[in-house]
């Protein structure tokens, strides 16, 4: 092409000046450009399914593609996009895109528009690319993202089928799950998941995809609130690819009481050849936020058998174990480790676990009263985010050996850096009183803060055990009251009252319609359990006693719930087995004021 002189220098100017800004691009995000249009606002955001592949400037332009004009006519796009004026530039930039065919020059207008935050804009610039360059993945996915961020889901259909027939087999769980991901933010989640369903409708009957597929539908129903919709999902997609872990993982999600066909999915699930590990441990977190510590400490046993090379599973049966007192288990457990520990290539998670088994293994030490050995645990934790817990269970061990004076004062000299640190050194006192008896110590310190802060219901049910302990029973009742006003889903505070009422023998009615209300609130507590068989013992039902007590004990082998069992079955005549259970109870815990109450009442030596 032959140009007069002044046309051709200036073509040569542009090249130079182009190279220039992309340059310049590397190293400067381009400034934020006023808004063009009232259009809906939306940010620049990745690709509407998987990334693709860019390059690594967007901005920059390969000059051999480009004629004099084109170079001219991008170059004065990109000094108007950065100038001040976006939407001269992002139409000289599209004007150019479309002549040349180029994605890289479509890209750029689509990330001028979203930079000035006109959505509108952004879709036309990605339509205009998918109709030069059909064949492009990154204009649908352009194009995908732009419709959901501007919530027009209902035309997402078409793209989204073109996005999954285009993806390899082989990457489509993938897809699956950032597909869940992107259309979860949509805000008619309804719309969301029944577009999402209709794009997949030939993945969810194909049995190679329809796990992945129907796990997808289902968590987007389960967005929507639509959790029986998500629990068929889960069903479907596991009948059709019972080795998916799609579906069991949206069934894990799923379990509840109330939705008591979602835990056999997860069960079917790890049954099969092809679980993974992770699956079994997810499983064994959520038995343990149901309080099935049984159930979860067998899940986390087969798993240390299969594979017991894995740090994590030890960790988590050794806190379970520990907590059921089960100490030399525990102690075996969180040995087995901390050998294994180094092997874990996430440094945050090593130190998160290892601070985790030092103080487990400083509890354990200190049940058996070897309080140097557990001082030596304590003095290992150097996270800084662990080291206020750490020196207040030191400050306990000080306590323990009758040094309440020094142990408070450690409590106090420690930092507070937060709020909640100033919280955390308040409550660790008020703790360290009331393990030495110092009732009254706590009973103010208590009163006084809940003075400051009258509706924090913590303190108030703090308040209420300590005046229990003081038998100050009428101040307790208040107190719970009070909570149960401020919080009337509080399982505590009914489980509390009730519990007080029917240890005293008084209002037994009224107490066992309290605990009722807590065991509403939380079934699978085993705690509030064994009040309910407490209070039913008391009212002189032995059977049901028996029968939920039993059961409470066989989900939790508290010290406690051992000695109200014991008496059950003591009073009923079953006295080898209460025997058996106390001595139980008096291996875990000989300390337990409960148990040694009993057994003294009952003139039980064992």
Same mark, same amino acid.
């Given at each position: 092409m $032959?140009?007069p002189?002044?046309?051709?220098?200036?073509?040569?100017?542009a090249?130079?000046?182009?190279?220039?800004?992309?340059a310049?691009?590397q190293?400067?995000?381009?400034?934020p450009?006023?808004?063009?249009?009232?259009?809906?606002?939306?940010?620049?955001?990745?690709? =509407?399914?998987?990334?693709?592949?860019?390059?690594?400037?967007?901005?920059?332009?390969?000059?051999?593609?480009?004629?004099?004009?084109?170079?001219?006519?991008v170059?004065?796009?990109?000094?108007?996009?950065?100038?001040?004026?976006?939407? #001269? #530039?992002?139409?000289?930039?599209?004007?150019?895109?479309? %002549?040349?065919r180029?994605?890289?020059?479509?890209?750029?207008? @689509?990330? /001028?528009?979203l930079? !000035?935050?006109?959505?509108?804009?952004a879709?036309?610039?990605a339509r205009?690319?998918k109709?030069?360059v059909?064949?492009?993945?990154? =204009?649908?996915?352009?194009?995908?993202?732009i419709l959901?961020?501007?919530?027009?889901?209902?035309e997402?259909? &078409?793209p989204?089928?073109?996005?999954?027939?285009?993806t390899?087999?082989?990457?489509?769980?993938?897809?699956?799950? @950032?597909?869940?991901? $992107?259309? !979860?933010?949509?805000?008619?989640?309804k719309?969301?998941?029944?577009?999402?369903?209709q794009?997949?409708?030939?993945?969810l009957? $194909?049995?190679?995809t329809?796990?992945?597929?129907?796990?997808?539908v #289902?968590?987007?129903?389960l967005a929507?609130?639509?959790?029986?919709?998500?629990?068929?999902?889960a069903?479907?997609?596991?009948?059709?690819?019972?080795?998916?872990e799609?579906?069991?993982?949206?069934?894990?999600?799923?379990?509840d009481?109330s939705?008591?066909?979602?835990?056999?999915?997860?069960?079917?699930?790890l049954?099969g050849?092809?679980?993974?590990?992770e699956?079994?441990?997810?499983?064994?977190?959520?038995?343990?936020?149901g309080r099935?510590?049984a159930?979860a400490t =067998?899940?986390?046993?087969?798993l240390?058998?299969?594979?017991?090379?894995?740090?994590?599973?030890?960790?988590?049966l050794?806190?379970?174990q520990?907590?059921?007192?089960?100490?030399?288990a525990?102690?075996a457990?969180?040995?087995?480790y901390?050998?294994?520990?180094?092997?874990?290539?996430d440094?945050?998670?090593?130190? %998160?676990?290892?601070?985790?088994a030092?103080? *487990?293994?400083?509890?354990?030490?200190?049940?058996?009263?070897?309080?140097a050995a557990?001082?030596?645990w304590?003095? %290992?934790?150097?996270?800084?985010?662990?080291l206020?817990g750490?020196?207040?269970r030191r400050?306990?061990?000080?306590?323990?050996?009758?040094?309440?004076p020094?142990?408070?004062?450690l @409590?106090?000299?420690?930092?507070?850096?937060?709020?909640?640190e100033? %919280?955390?050194?308040?409550l660790?006192?008020?703790?360290?009183?009331?393990d030495?008896?110092?009732y009254?110590a706590?009973y103010d310190m208590?009163?006084?803060a809940?003075?400051?802060s009258?509706?924090?219901t913590?303190? /108030?049910y703090?308040?209420?055990?300590?005046?229990?302990?003081?038998?100050?029973?009428d101040?307790?009742?208040?107190?719970?009251?009070?909570?149960?006003?401020?919080?009337?889903d509080?399982?505590?505070?009914y489980?509390?009252?009730?519990?007080?009422?029917?240890?005293?023998? @008084?209002?037994l009615? &009224?107490?066992?319609?309290?605990?009722q209300?807590?065991?509403?609130l939380a079934?699978?507590?085993p705690?509030?359990?064994?009040?309910?068989?407490?209070?039913?013992?008391?009212? #002189?039902?032995t059977?049901?006693?028996?029968?939920?007590? &039993?059961?409470?004990?066989?989900r939790?082998?508290?010290?406690?719930?051992g =000695?109200? *069992?014991?008496?059950v079955?003591w009073?009923?005549?079953?006295?080898?087995?209460?025997? !058996?259970?106390?001595?139980?109870?008096?291996?875990?815990d000989?300390?337990?004021?409960?148990?040694?109450?009993?057994?003294?009442?009952l003139?039980?030596?064992?």
């Amino acid at each position: 092409m $032959n140009l007069p002189l002044r046309r051709s220098r200036l073509a040569a100017a542009a090249l130079t000046a182009l190279v220039a800004l992309a340059a310049q691009a590397q190293t400067e995000p381009p400034a934020p450009a006023a808004p063009t249009s009232p259009a809906p606002i939306i940010q620049p955001a990745e690709p =509407a399914v998987t990334p693709a592949a860019a390059p690594a400037d967007k901005s920059e332009v390969q000059p051999s593609a480009l004629t004099a004009d084109l170079f001219y006519e991008v170059l004065m796009g990109e000094l108007n996009a950065r100038g001040g004026d976006p939407g #001269g #530039g992002y139409s000289l930039i599209l004007d150019a895109a479309r %002549r040349s065919r180029d994605d890289k020059l479509f890209q750029r207008a @689509v990330e /001028i528009a979203l930079q !000035s935050r006109s959505g509108d804009a952004a879709l036309a610039a990605a339509r205009a690319w998918k109709e030069s360059v059909p064949d492009s993945r990154d =204009a649908r996915r352009f194009e995908l993202q732009i419709l959901i961020a501007l919530n027009r889901i209902g035309e997402t259909v &078409e793209p989204l089928r073109a996005e999954i027939a285009a993806t390899p087999q082989v990457e489509r769980p993938f897809l699956m799950a @950032v597909i869940a991901r $992107n259309y !979860s933010r949509a805000t008619d989640k309804k719309l969301a998941a029944s577009v999402v369903e209709q794009a997949l409708t030939d993945e969810l009957k $194909n049995p190679a995809t329809a796990g992945a597929a129907w796990g997808t539908v #289902g968590r987007l129903k389960l967005a929507a609130g639509d959790t029986a919709g998500a629990l068929d999902a889960a069903i479907k997609g596991q009948e059709m690819d019972p080795s998916s872990e799609g579906p069991a993982l949206l069934a894990l999600e799923l379990m509840d009481p109330s939705q008591p066909q979602a835990e056999p999915i997860v069960k079917r699930y790890l049954e099969g050849a092809k679980a993974q590990p992770e699956m079994r441990i997810a499983y064994a977190r959520v038995l343990v936020e149901g309080r099935r510590y049984a159930d979860a400490t =067998a899940e986390l046993a087969k798993l240390t058998a299969a594979k017991p090379e894995l740090p994590e599973p030890w960790l988590l049966l050794g806190s379970l174990q520990a907590q059921a007192r089960q100490d030399a288990a525990a102690e075996a457990s969180l040995r087995k480790y901390m050998s294994l520990a180094e092997s874990q290539r996430d440094q945050d998670a090593k130190e %998160r676990g290892l601070t985790q088994a030092y103080l *487990l293994m400083a509890q354990l030490s200190e049940r058996r009263k070897d309080f140097a050995a557990a001082d030596s645990w304590l003095a %290992r934790i150097d996270n800084s985010d662990d080291l206020l817990g750490a020196q207040v269970r030191r400050a306990s061990l000080l306590a323990r050996q009758g040094k309440l004076p020094q142990a408070r004062e450690l @409590v106090r000299s420690l930092p507070e850096r937060t709020p909640d640190e100033k %919280r955390e050194k308040f409550l660790a006192e008020v703790q360290l009183l009331r393990d030495a008896k110092q009732y009254q110590a706590a009973y103010d310190m208590l009163g006084q803060a809940s003075a400051s802060s009258p509706t924090d219901t913590d303190l /108030i049910y703090d308040q209420a055990m300590v005046a229990e302990k003081l038998n100050r029973l009428d101040d307790m009742e208040r107190l719970l009251r009070k909570l149960i006003e401020l919080k009337p889903d509080n399982q505590n505070a009914y489980n509390a009252l009730g519990y007080s009422l029917a240890d005293r023998k @008084v209002r037994l009615e &009224e107490a066992r319609t309290l605990i009722q209300k807590a065991v509403q609130l939380a079934p699978d507590d085993p705690f509030i359990a064994d009040s309910l068989g407490w209070v039913e013992f008391r009212l #002189g039902n032995t059977t049901e006693a028996t029968r939920i007590l &039993e059961d409470a004990y066989k989900r939790r082998p508290d010290p406690e719930i051992g =000695a109200h *069992l014991g008496e059950v079955l003591w009073t009923a005549g079953q006295r080898d087995r209460a025997l !058996s259970i106390w001595k139980e109870a008096n291996l875990a815990d000989a300390d337990n004021e409960t148990l040694q109450e009993t057994l003294k009442r009952l003139r039980v030596k064992l």
